[in-house]
């Protein structure tokens, strides 16, 4: 494929996502976003597809071009307004709580004490939803939000500084498909992939920096750098709880006890500086453990009632009931343990546990899915795992029926159909490219594997 052909791929590309921005700002319906979204998937194949078959070689100016493409389609879809969340709007909130002095997992934006700064900022708190809750969000994620807010309480600032920490993501997602010798072109399943698209230019979710500290986090370890990868994992964790994951694979892999002690330092001085601004005297009046309660009320309360879009979940509910939430989380933790007692790649390892959290979970939202998609596109070997990942992120555009078609405050369920849709093609892609492995062209040649073991060892 010349870089002509590519460009006018990655004009394509720009052109679907004005459409995508279009449908979102102008509310079309359902139909109209699962359009969009699946004729996204249209360049972003025919560039993946050919790189995966060693049939697309990596340039300059090819990979200029595919960076340029994302570029253009997320500021394409920056100035839309968040209408398939509330998330973003909950986070700028908080963010002017913070900076107002008071404490957003103290004070939910129905208290009367913060009247005022909901009359200051009306456009805010009347988007924020689950007013009688508290934030959720841990204290990196508000301090963001606070910072976000400091320049602008618009959330378009707030989407800004996500696509920046995105835009950090993607460049280290090259710098790794290059180091492991595969085609850094196949970050466009990453950068050209409608998911990210809607859920971070167009959403503005929260979990885009979380996941991109966490990414930079394994391009640390792999180069050598573990005190700088658990401090960004810590970071990641302090943005959302499920960062913290990354941290026992990082322990595993560095073999030498003192590097061991540095990296906890590291992780724990991190955790430290994030609480410090909200562990001032006067909030802790109550005792640390009723402030660390504070800190995770909300979550507990999502992790007991909430339920959305879940396929593995169906039968263990149908099965055990009320302990089917408990028994969800335990095989996570177990399938933790075996991954990390057998030494399997960080990067590969973490795939595996946001995937299978997203199956296991009551609650499967669309941008649950930017947790594992990077981390599949940076294993393009592992073809029947990736083939699956971008299948699901592909279907998983039907589970947007409920967020268009079900006024909020109403109980979100999902018809049949559209379930089927979403799942069952997930399934068939996994079974038909997991029989057929790894093919030659998936793997690395002996010179890429030399490079990787080699990099292996220096993170070791």
Request: net charge positive.
């Amino acid at each position: 494929m010349s870089w002509r052909s590519l460009a006018a791929l990655g004009g394509l590309h720009v052109l679907l996502a004005g459409v995508l921005a279009a449908v979102l700002e102008t509310a079309a319906g359902f139909w109209w976003h699962l359009g969009t979204h699946a004729l996204l998937f249209v360049p972003l194949l025919l560039i993946v597809v050919p790189a995966l078959r060693g049939t697309l070689h990596p340039g300059r100016r090819q990979l200029v071009i595919v960076l340029a493409a994302a570029a253009l389609s997320r500021a394409l879809l920056l100035p839309t307004t968040p209408s398939l969340s509330g998330d973003a709007y909950r986070m700028a909130w908080e963010g002017q709580v913070v900076l107002d002095g008071k404490d957003p997992w103290a004070q939910p934006p129905d208290d009367p004490a913060l009247a005022e700064l909901a009359a200051a900022h009306p456009e805010l708190r009347e988007r924020v939803g689950y007013w009688k809750l508290p934030a959720i969000y841990p204290p990196f994620a508000q301090l963001f939000g606070a910072g976000a807010g400091w320049v602008s309480p618009s959330v378009t600032v707030l989407k800004a500084a996500l696509l920046l920490a995105e835009a950090a993501l993607i460049a280290a997602l090259v710098a790794l498909l290059a180091s492991r010798g595969h085609n850094p072109l196949l970050a466009a399943a990453y950068a050209w992939n409608p998911l990210p698209l809607t859920e971070i230019a167009g959403s503005g979710h929260g979990d885009a920096l979380a996941v991109a500290f966490l990414f930079l986090a394994l391009l640390a370890l792999e180069r050598g750098r573990a005190a700088g990868a658990a401090a960004l994992a810590a970071l990641s964790g302090m943005t959302k709880f499920a960062g913290f994951a990354l941290l026992p694979f990082l322990l595993r892999r560095v073999p030498d006890r003192r590097r061991q002690w540095t990296a906890l330092g590291a992780a724990g001085a991190v955790v430290l500086v994030a609480l410090a601004p909200f562990l001032a005297p006067a909030r802790l009046a109550d005792g640390f453990v009723v402030r660390f309660q504070e800190f995770g009320f909300s979550l507990w309360h999502y992790a007991r009632h909430w339920r959305f879009n879940d396929s593995l979940f169906s039968p263990l509910d149908a099965a055990l009931g009320d302990a089917a939430r408990p028994v969800a989380f335990a095989v996570l933790i177990v399938l933790a343990a075996a991954l990390v007692i057998r030494r399997q790649p960080p990067g590969f390892s973490l795939a595996l546990l946001a995937g299978a959290a997203f199956l296991l979970s009551p609650v499967a939202h669309p941008w649950y899915l930017l947790w594992t998609l990077p981390f599949l596109v940076v294993n393009p070997e592992r073809r029947g795992l990736l083939a699956a990942g971008l299948a699901m992120t592909l279907t998983v555009a039907f589970s947007y029926h409920a967020y268009w078609t079900i006024p909020p405050g109403l109980d979100w369920t999902l018809p049949t159909w559209v379930r089927v849709a979403e799942y069952l093609p997930v399934a068939l892609a996994a079974l038909v490219f997991g029989r057929r492995g790894q093919s030659p062209e998936g793997r690395p040649s002996s010179d890429s594997r030399r490079r990787k073991c080699a990099t292996e060892s220096a993170a070791a």
